[in-house]
């Protein structure tokens, strides 16, 4: 890609006098400032002209300074009112419950996660572990002993840390230390039985699959590297990391991910190779020989392998678009030799759990789980009894017991102990969420897209809703990387439709709610099918009068804020306002953030660099295709320093050009967070996930008319 400087002072102020003009209609105050200077990129033979590459640069005073005026702008925009403050109140309500992670034992002690109510975030606890057969979970207001608090690391609580395994002694535990919202760990290990850290530690870096030897004087580690790829690596305690051995992976590109599980009592490591979303290669090692001998490889489908009880049980999509279960004997591990057990359907197979001698699989159909019954050789056993439009999870609770664990847009997550013998059901950890159902209700409308591809779209509400068009609406979506949009409670549309609102959600291409044919019609080149659809979906909710484009927002992150950016610079008459957090942008330019961007990505987006995609990707860019004066929606979009996911310079400069672009008069805002990233929920502790969700949807609710009087 070859760029150059180009002065365009005329241009310029053309362009600041149309902006001027527009502001003079408008409400709301004008923006901060952007320096203007042009850099062309030319690409395949096309120009690209940019104003504000100099937003690329993070670090520079003139870029922080742009940052704090940009901060200071959202909030006057947002500003304070009685909506704001009853959404905080609200949202303080529905979240601050307490939450407590799953429990592993280790040694003589059971590990676990803890935050009680009016915490900032967890701590890690342990207790004795109880006697065979008490599987109770801790008592969020029970006594037990701190391992580890982050506020002792950080006391503003933007250090995150995550358990990540013990020794087979449990007297070592390794952990992960993150930076606010960063990809990046460092990982270190603590002597549980002195409550010191080791000297070791891996620094910060992209890792996974860390897992620790028989002997517990070294372990293994899955170490990403955006230049080289990945590698499996062992490390030896006392050892210097820079001689960590590579067990596995050279050649592996930085497009691919690795995993390495140990299997059969450590005498097998499986080894997953991962070529973006759309399909994997699955290896079998001798752990003590390095010995490596292929499961599958270069099939283009999904491999999902694991061992059960003498066999490698393998969920796969080869030669079944909505995938099957079968099984294949270490021996002869090649495709040809597996047995199908459970063979593709008519709903998507996610996932199955063994239970009590028999396979549990759950299935996904029209975006609601439903989980089937087996016998270990494929006959069907029966199904569970499942409220429609519901998220499902099953597993082993015991003998004779399984824990289901159910949730939806209008229930928070809820687990039952099943007695499996008579199928009663008694509540094991009922939810501590304040939110009382009754009086709402869930439409599954189905809508076609430009191309007459059907898609079904929840939509949550008040009972006895009017259609007459005049309701605040958010429409929200995903579209990609083969993950499934499922029905989940979430304390934003809680207190949406709480207030009068209406919250929509819309199953697009790109996802794997219909199988792996769903996904691909929804990447690379046919990236558009997914806006496509969300247009639709926007297009039926006006037409069946749940709302209007005066009263219709859209709401997306990540690919999700590629999505609706891409819906607001394709149909900016569909919308009132658009909420656009840490997004894909600049796709044109994306493969040249090499720093920061998740490379695998270019396998699911496209790669500009390729004649063909670059076609595709040029037409659909969002930051390519700002025009001038038109009317765009009122547009808030969020980002933060540590995003490095997704470079957060494209949320910056996509703020300057609608700020200036923009002929509506309707605002347009950044808010920006410097500790801000992808990971563990943006990287932040309670309160301030409570104040992001408020002014978020205070902006929204701002621009859509959303009041209490709704």
Known sequence: MRKHVLNRTITMFATCIVALAACSRSPWPP???????????????????????????????????????????????????????????????????????????????????????GEEAERV????????GDSSKPDPAGLYEVVLDPASFDPAYRTIL??????????????????????????????????QDLEDRLPRALYGGVEFDENGKGFTYVHRS??????????????????????????????????????????????????????????????????????????????????????????????????????ADPARPGPGQWKTILAEGDDVLESYAFIDGKIYATYLH?????????????????????????????????????????????????????????????????????????GFTIDQVWFASKDGARSPMYVVHREGLALDGTHPTILTGYGGFNLALKPGFSAATAA??????????????????????WHRDGMLENKQHVFDDFIAASEQLIRDGYTSPDHLGISGGSNGGLLVASAMTQRPDLYRAVLCTYPDLDMVRFFTFSRTNNAPALLEYGDARIPAQFEAIRQYSPYQNVRDGVHYPAVMLATGDLDTRVPPLQARRMTAKLQVATGSGLPVILWYDTRGGHAAGRGRPLSLRIEDTTRELAFLAGQLGLTPAN
Do not use: C
């Open 31 to 117: 923006p901060p400032a952007s320096r203007i200077e042009t850099v062309v990129d030319s690409l395949h033979g096309v120009a690209f002209e940019d104003d504000y590459r100099w937003l690329e640069d993070q670090a520079s005073a003139e870029t922080r300074a742009w940052i704090t005026a940009q901060n200071a702008y959202a909030e006057t925009i947002v500003d304070s009112s009685d909506v704001r403050d009853r959404l905080r109140a609200r949202l303080r309500e529905l979240m601050d419950v307490p939450e407590t992670g799953s429990v592993r034992k280790a040694g003589s002690y059971e590990y676990f996660t803890l935050r009680r109510a």
């Open 125 to 132: 606890y342990r207790r004795p572990a109880p006697a065979a």
């Open 162 to 195: 995550e358990v990540l395994n013990f020794s087979r002694d449990g007297r070592t535990m390794m952990y992960a230390v993150r930076q606010g919202g960063q990809d990046e760990t460092e990982i270190r290990f603590r002597d549980l039985t002195l409550g």
């Open 226 to 327: 955006r230049e080289e790829g990945p590698r499996l690596r062992h490390h030896e305690f006392d050892q210097a990391a820079a001689h960590d051995e590579i067990l596995y992976g050279e050649g592996l590109p930085p497009t691919a991910f690795l995993s390495a599980d140990l299997a059969d009592s450590a005498q097998l490591r499986i080894l997953g190779v991962q070529h973006g979303w759309a399909s994997n290669d699955v290896y079998l090692q001798n752990p003590r020989t390095g010995a490596v001998r292929t499961l599958i490889a270069d099939s283009q489908a999904h491999v999902s392998a694991r061992w059960h009880d003498g066999g490698i049980w393998i969920l796969t999509d080869l030669g079944a678009p909505r995938y099957r279960l079968a099984v």
């Open 366 to 438: 029209d975006v609601g789980d439903r989980i089937r019954i087996f016998e270990m050789d494929g006959t069907p056993a029966g199904e569970m009894e499942m409220p429609p439009g519901t998220t499902a999870g099953i597993r082993a609770g015991g003998e004779g017991r399984a824990l289901l664990t159910l949730s939806g847009h209008l229930l928070p997550a809820t687990t039952w102990a099943v007695d499996l013998a008579s199928g009663t059901r008694t509540i094991s950890d009922s939810s501590k969420v304040p939110f009382d159902a009754t």
């Open 496 to 517: 949406w439709i709480e207030m009068g609102g209406v919250w929509a959600v819309a199953t697009l291409r790109g996802g794997s709610e219909f199988g792996e044919g």
